[in-house]
């Protein structure tokens, strides 16, 4: 690697768009969950021309790129691998432009720009961008990963909300097609090319997103269900009877409870004794309080349905918002401290999750019986984050283990049961090996013939998808 590269990536972006030290770079080198390698340097363009200036620095020396946002990613794709070799190109300086039309509800923003400022500045006008989750993501890591989160049920995902984009290619050339517009059939719609595609066809640099009226209440309720087939039920009621203001239906499994309230002491126990399924169920609207009470029509429909439902039914508890909504945030970090872990985020045609979760349980209790399943997700799309904890000492090879039982999950979770190795984190390193193996090559030749135009020196990204 020469110097050249580092001293032109400077001219390009001033001193304070390039780290080079280990101290400086380290934050940059390792995900939130996978992804531990070494980068040359990081750059961090402020504008859309500077970005442009280090992909074609970058092209012209043949030195691989990965774009970065938040890295809250969870496939090990924003980070560099262990080469030294690749270039991290955060868009973190590219955070200043967030431009309402309240009239149109569109907004033009920065793909550098966190959900977190976004939100805090739709909120001054009574809206929000409900794409939401439990971590701080940038605008332009959502449009590449299409994220989902908890309201996708409602709102739908990124892919949903998008109107436009940015992006510059590989090579700095820039293509712009900000659409403002929510209907425009006039061929090829070329911001589907760069969102869920992790960043491997163009680097986001701004999009135009369609935004929501906040909702002016919300009433959430806890139920404890006996089953995975009695969660269903629930789901085929509030859908039937409330689907109209239904926006999270979030499933946590008791032992994912049980890790959040051993970790989090400071929350309150909902259950005195632990349901198998705990449901967030949360209704919201824009009508105000006083046209119609959304806590008494949950608690009348949950009423009824506990009646009809009997013994299904273990509990059910309507309250704070906020203090169910930490439960159910909290359930990522609290089994990262519970053991030794590998994650899966996985979906399958909902009416299958309790026969793929009883199919993975068997799976366990017969070949590993000392591995842990907690489970939890968006049950409402389908969506299951299956966590299988252990030990540390209980496994010799911790690689070879959880290569195997990604094999057999994935497995069964795709081939079985028709559903995704990747229902919402997308591809990276972690789960490459899983797209290789389940993508039609014809997806992948399509892919290679985009990429050829994208990025022809083939820097982008750390994922393969052609
Ligand atoms: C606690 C927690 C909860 C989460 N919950 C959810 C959830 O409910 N639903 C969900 O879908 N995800 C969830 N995630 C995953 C993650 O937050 C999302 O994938 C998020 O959208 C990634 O955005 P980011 O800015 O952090 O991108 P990064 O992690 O920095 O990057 C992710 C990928 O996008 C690429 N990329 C980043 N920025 C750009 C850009 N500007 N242009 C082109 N490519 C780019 C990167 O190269 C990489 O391939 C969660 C993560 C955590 C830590």
Same mark, same amino acid.
């Given at each position: 690697m020469s110097d050249a590269l580092i001293e032109e990536l400077r001219a390009a972006l001033g001193e304070r768009g390039v780290l080079l030290q280990p101290e400086d770079r380290v934050r940059y080198e390792q995900g939130w969950r996978y992804g531990d390698g070494v980068a040359r340097c990081v750059a961090r363009p402020a504008t859309t021309d500077e970005v442009a200036a280090a992909l074609r620095i970058c092209a012209r020396h043949g030195t691989r790129v990965v774009p970065q946002g938040a890295n809250t990613g969870l496939v090990a794709a924003s980070t560099p691998d262990t080469s030294g070799e690749m270039v991290v190109l955060s868009l973190e300086r590219c955070n200043r432009t967030i431009e309402l039309d309240e009239r149109d509800r569109t907004v033009l923003v920065d793909g550098g720009v966190l959900l977190s400022q976004l939100n805090e500045r739709l909120a001054e006008h009574g809206m929000w961008f409900p794409v939401d989750l439990g971590a701080d993501p940038q605008v332009g890591g959502m449009v590449a990963t299409n994220t989902g989160g908890t309201r996708l049920l409602k709102y739908g995902d990124v892919r949903h909300n998008l109107l436009g984009v940015e992006v510059v290619l590989g090579d700095g050339r820039v293509v712009s097609q900000l659409n403002r517009l929510r209907? %425009? %059939? $006039? *061929?090829?719609?070329?911001?589907h090319l760069f969102? *869920? $595609? $992790? *960043?491997v066809f163009g680097v986001v640099t701004r999009a135009v997103l369609q935004v929501a009226p906040k909702p002016a209440q919300r009433a959430t309720a806890l139920v404890g269900c006996r089953d995975g087939d009695a969660v269903l039920a629930l789901l085929g009621a509030v859908e039937q009877h409330l689907g109209d203001v239904l926006s999270a239906f979030e499933v946590i499994g008791r032992e994912a409870l049980d890790a959040v309230l051993r970790h989090q002491p400071e929350l309150r126990r909902p259950f005195d004794e632990l349901p198998d399924y705990a449901v967030l169920v949360e209704l919201s609207t824009t009508l105000p309080a006083g046209s119609l009470e959304l806590d008494d029509v949950l608690e009348e429909r949950l009423g009824a349905h506990l009646e009809e439902a009997g013994d299904a039914i273990a509990d059910v508890l309507i309250g704070s918002s906020d203090e169910f909504w930490q439960l159910r945030h909290h359930i990522s970090e609290s089994l990262r401290s519970d053991g030794r872990m590998l994650a899966f985020d996985v979906s399958v045609p909902r009416s299958s999750l309790p026969a793929f979760t009883a199919r993975v349980r068997d799976l366990l209790a017969a070949e590993h019986a000392f591995v842990r399943l907690c489970d939890y997700g968006h049950w409402g799309d389908g969506g299951s984050h299956l966590n299988l904890l252990w030990n540390d000492g209980d496994v010799a090879d911790e690689a070879a283990f959880k290569a195997a039982l990604q094999d057999r999950i994935y497995e069964l979770a795709v081939r079985e049961f028709a559903g995704s190795y990747s229902a919402e984190h997308g591809i990276g390193p972690h789960n490459q090996r899983f797209y290789d193996s389940y993508t039609d090559p014809a997806v992948k030749r399509l892919c290679s013939v985009l990429g050829v135009h994208c990025d022809p020196n083939r820097v982008l990204g750390t994922a393969r998808l052609y």
């Open positions: 209907k %425009n %059939n $006039t *061929g090829l719609d070329v911001k969102c *869920g $595609t $992790t *960043g």
